[in-house]
């Protein structure tokens, strides 16, 4: 309860100053918002705009929206408090010495700064160029430190006194503390964060141009931006009716890729007999060439005339070549004149004179390599048409009306090769009316977006701006998905460097280096690693493993090119998920677990029962900043699809680089802002951290 005091005791004077001093916040209260009424009235900007449009971007321009807000605000305020002062309210006098503490202390820095900027700007200026001193500021700035330091001053020796109305209790004095510490971060977000974001909206409701022609007349054109943005309509059309009525319907084909093998065997193919084989010796494996270099003397001398041809072509004469063993591949160590050497042989075995293989027996899984069967199917006509033999035996167009092509994709093992069908499935489908036909003028400005039906019906979804349209569904759908898997991830690894093992420390620097690498850079790298050619690790990593049979074009494709991006941001930033969820499991005590123990709850009753309810600041907190890097994800974009797949910053950084529209731009990141904002306050609802 504030010290009640009696009448008696309380000075004449005393309740003089006090009434003065309520009435004080009555002027301030006027006088501000009339100083600031006068201020635009005066200004030429506003006083000269020769139209309604002119006047209003000229006053959005030099006053903004949140100093007019401040303004009235405080105004509104210091009415209040004086209402309240008169009436004797003890709490609302702490408020109102505050006020007056923080209005001294903003006068004193107003004219610091004021004075800092006159002396920087004037430094190594002339005379005559020179930007005044404004005296009538500093000393309006001086009065009001003068007159809110000495009022202050006695509210602080006399407000129990005189004001004795309202309790005055712990939590009232808490949040007096609190604003007083809070006031500071407020007046730095208003500086760093509202007035950017300020400059943004007012720049919306403008034509104003990024980069373009200085001498084009910007106009303020209110909600237009928006309304271009974010319009949109939902049709319904009918099928088109044949003449009983019955909806008209079309085919529909589908082509379908599928991937198959068939057995074979290779000893029945005479094309593959060691007689009739064509083929460079890198054929056979080295311990084969070996083996025949052994036993076969017709395949040595064969080898040997060839070297000594091979040699004399490269200007050596050689009187003796011997061939001592093949090396790998194509190269064979030789022997030349008694002198060692390697000679690449890559003459084919027909080419060689006098080899006789028809007494030769091959056992293909162990003295031919898979590569050099597949190399020799690709360059015998004669392999290949035995092999589409074998095909047209289980796959045959003329049978299978659904087959539109089969090719032989190689050799998987020795026992069997791989082919591709290319099968032609068809579909019968209503035939729609155009939406654009069946709307009319009130389409026109407008494009389809998507289709989508719903009990029978089929709807038409269409925006003005179809493309953000788009975009904005890529982007919420790359942000559910990666922020989902960051968090299932980070708690998954989380959990584990919390929990004690050897090499704890270590494994904790090592989850954080793909955080530590730049995106750009990240992304530069998952670019290469992703390619479809022989160069793409992924893919080698994935065939060579059997994920997959052949390369997939990850991000040229339509439907992996979403999951690419998804991948590279799962595995950039899930450690940072990781490394604020641990923050937060360290904030838990280890006796509450100890207690759960022996109270017989087991792991999973220990986590859903303590550890998930206890995380929820932490996984808000998680979930806002992952979601707010997600929605305005711009580098994994542009580095990985560039255009051919938009977020929303990358579709809003096109509309102002490439179309120069920057006010259309300032409404595309107003938006994003907002998006966010949704998901900021969903989060805190739904884990109840403002309740906490």
């Not at 074009?553 to 940072?576: G, N």
Request: net charge negative; hydrophobic share 50%.
């Amino acid at each position: 309860m504030a010290e009640n005091m009696s009448l008696h005791q309380v000075t004449s004077q005393q309740k003089t100053i006090a009434t003065v001093i309520s009435l004080l916040f009555t002027v301030f209260g006027i006088g501000i918002v009339v100083l600031f009424i006068w201020s635009v009235l005066n200004d030429p900007d506003i006083s000269q705009a020769v139209s309604t449009n002119r006047l209003i971007l000229n006053f959005l321009d030099n006053y903004g929206i949140i100093i007019p807000l401040t303004v009235f605000g405080l105004g509104i305020t210091f009415l209040n408090y004086s209402r309240r002062l008169l009436a004797g309210d003890f709490i609302t006098s702490g408020w109102a010495q505050s006020t007056l503490f923080w209005v001294m202390v903003f006068s004193i820095l107003g004219i610091a700064v004021h004075a800092f900027q006159v002396g920087t700007a004037n430094i190594g200026v002339e005379p005559q160029d020179r930007i005044p001193f404004n005296t009538n500021l500093v000393l309006g700035l001086a009065l009001l430190a003068t007159v809110g330091g000495g009022v202050w001053r006695w509210l602080d020796q006399n407000r129990k006194l005189v004001f004795t109305v309202g309790e005055d209790t712990v939590v009232t004095r808490q949040n007096l503390v609190a604003w007083n510490l809070l006031i500071p971060t407020v007046v730095v977000m208003v500086l760093v964060a509202a007035r950017p974001l300020e400059r943004t909206f007012v720049g919306s409701l403008t034509d104003r141009t990024f980069a373009g022609a200085v001498t084009k007349e910007v106009n303020f054109v209110g909600l237009q931006n928006y309304t271009r943005l974010l319009g949109f309509r939902i049709d319904t059309i009918d099928c088109v009716r044949n003449p009983d009525n019955s909806c008209s319907t079309q085919i529909i084909e589908n082509t379908i890729e599928e991937n198959s093998e068939i057995a074979v065997d290779l000893n029945s193919i005479p094309q593959l007999e060691p007689a009739a084989l064509d083929v460079g010796i890198d054929f056979f494996t080295p311990s084969t060439l070996n083996r025949l270099i052994t036993e076969n003397e017709s395949f040595k001398n064969g080898l040997a005339t060839a070297v000594k041809a091979i040699l004399e072509e490269g200007g050596t004469t050689a009187n003796e070549v011997q061939v001592v063993e093949a090396v790998s591949g194509n190269v064979l160590s030789v022997r030349v004149d008694g002198t060692p050497q390697e000679i690449a042989m890559t003459k084919r075995i027909t080419e060689l004179e006098g080899v006789d293989l028809s007494g030769v027996d091959l056992n293909y899984p162990t003295d031919v390599t898979l590569e050099g069967l597949n190399t020799y199917r690709i360059r015998s006509r004669i392999i290949r048409g035995a092999l589409d033999t074998l095909v047209l035996e289980q796959y045959n167009p003329d049978q299978d009306a659904t087959i539109d092509d089969v090719k032989v994709s190689g050799f998987s093992s020795f026992e069997s090769f791989g082919i591709t069908i290319t099968r032609i499935e068809t579909t019968e489908e209503p035939v729609y009316e155009n939406v654009r036909d069946k709307v009319g003028e009130a389409y026109r400005n407008y494009a389809q977006v998507s289709t989508f039906d719903f009990f029978g019906t089929r709807y038409v979804l269409s925006a003005r701006d179809a493309e953000f349209y788009v975009a904005v569904g890529n982007t919420l759908f790359f942000a559910v998905v990666t922020v989902t898997a960051e968090l299932i991830l980070g708690m998954i690894i989380a959990l584990t460097v919390n929990s004690k093992f050897p090499g704890r420390g270590l494994v904790r620097a090592a989850m954080l280096i793909p955080w530590a690498i730049p995106t750009v850079v990240s992304a530069k790298l998952w670019s290469y690693m992703l390619l479809d050619s022989r160069i793409g690790v992924m893919n080698d990593m994935l065939i060579r493993l059997g994920v997959i049979e052949k390369s997939l074009s990850w991000l040229a494709s339509v439907d992996t090119r979403i999951w690419s991006l998804i991948f590279v941001d799962v595995w950039k930033t899930t450690p940072f998920m990781a490394l604020l969820i641990l923050a937060g499991l360290q904030t838990i005590p280890s006796d509450i677990y100890e207690a759960a123990d022996v109270d017989g709850a087991g792991v999973i009753r220990q986590f859903f029962r303590i550890t998930l309810p206890l995380l929820r600041p932490t996984i808000a907190v998680a979930l806002v900043f992952r979601t707010l890097d997600a929605i305005r994800a711009f580098d994994v974009f542009d580095v990985l699809v560039g255009k051919q797949l938009q977020s929303m910053a990358t579709y809003n950084q096109f509309v102002l680089v490439e179309t120069q529209e920057f006010g259309y731009a300032s409404a595309i990141g107003v938006t994003m802002f907002l998006i966010i904002l949704v998901f900021t306050i969903i989060y805190v609802r739904a884990l109840g951290v403002d309740v906490e």
